[in-house]
């Protein structure tokens, strides 16, 4: 469970199905059908595919530009007044002052350095939500081309190429100019680590996959037990890189997309 620190305002705007708007910034959000997708750990109770929801994803992650006019409208997440509970001591790092992300942040780079808690305030100051780890991974398995790209060794390979060549912070491309994928969503490998909703589910409990007991067999040299695909090494990475994260973790390769 995420640490309940404090207890947050934030205003939930009644908006259109179709857009999170933040401070007068538009994300255009893309529908996701329903439908089932093999989680990169699977247990008993989940060994034939976990059911996702219908829902809507960002095409794209959330902008320095979008982020600085969250910030203006809502400044208790500026870096000079965010609380250290919710926000770690590199929060907002390299900006140049508390409303000015500087040259080398440009406006239109996704925004890094945020901790989870900002991030969902962010999201929820927009009537959305972060994705759920299960929708996250149930979007990011299609290619451009297929929908369910799971089994697809070329794609999984082409994944892990784009993760070891990331680029490095401060050097990122605009959002929304990689390909965007079979649900028309861009940006979800190659560019930031993205904050999932229950980002901590993964190794300390089961919660996630109905199994309300602790998995121990996920940690150490037991960490490739029970995977659905063990030439999968994107998924192994983004499986460690979760579990390595708390809730005032900020990082220059971390961002995060809002889901509805």
């Known amino acids: ?69 969250f910030l203006r409208t809502h400044p208790a997440w500026r870096r000079d007044q965010a609380p250290p509970a919710l926000a770690g001591p590199a929060y907002l790092e390299g900006w140049t002052g508390p409303l000015d992300p500087g040259k080398a942040h440009p406006e239109d780079r996704p925004v890094t350095q945020v ?50 060549a990331r680029p490095a912070a401060g050097a990122f491309p605009p959002v929304g100019t990689t390909d965007r994928n079979a649900w028309g969503v861009r940006d979800l490998h190659g560019l930031v ?30 960490g490739s037990v029970g995977t659905s695909d063990l030439t999968n090494y994107a998924a192994f990475l983004r499986w460690a890189y979760r579990t390595s994260l708390t809730g005032q973790t900020t990082a220059p390769l971390l961002g995060f997309r809002c889901a509805r």
């Open 193 to 222: 680590w993205e904050w999932t909703a229950d980002f901590n589910n993964q190794m300390l409990t089961g919660a996630a996959r109905n199994d309300r007991g602790l998995d121990r067999g996920r940690f150490c040299a037991a």
């Open 1 to 69: 469970m995420l640490p309940r620190l404090l207890a947050l305002t934030v205003v939930c705007l009644a908006l259109p199905p179709t857009a999170t708007v933040v401070g007068g910034q538009q994300a255009h959000t893309v529908p996701i059908a329903s439908g089932r997708y093999m989680p990169f750990y699977v247990s008993g109770t989940d060994s034939s595919g976990v059911e996702v929801e219908g829902f809507e994803l960002d095409e794209r992650p959330v902008t320095v530009a979008e982020f600085l006019a």
């Open 115 to 164: 901790s989870w808690f900002a991030a969902r305030a962010y999201c929820r100051a927009g009537g959305a939500r972060l994705p759920s780890t299960d929708e996250w991974e149930y979007v990011a398995q299609a290619s451009e081309t297929r929908k369910n790209a799971f089994r697809d060794a070329d794609f999984n390979a082409r994944i892990l190429t784009l993760i070891q």
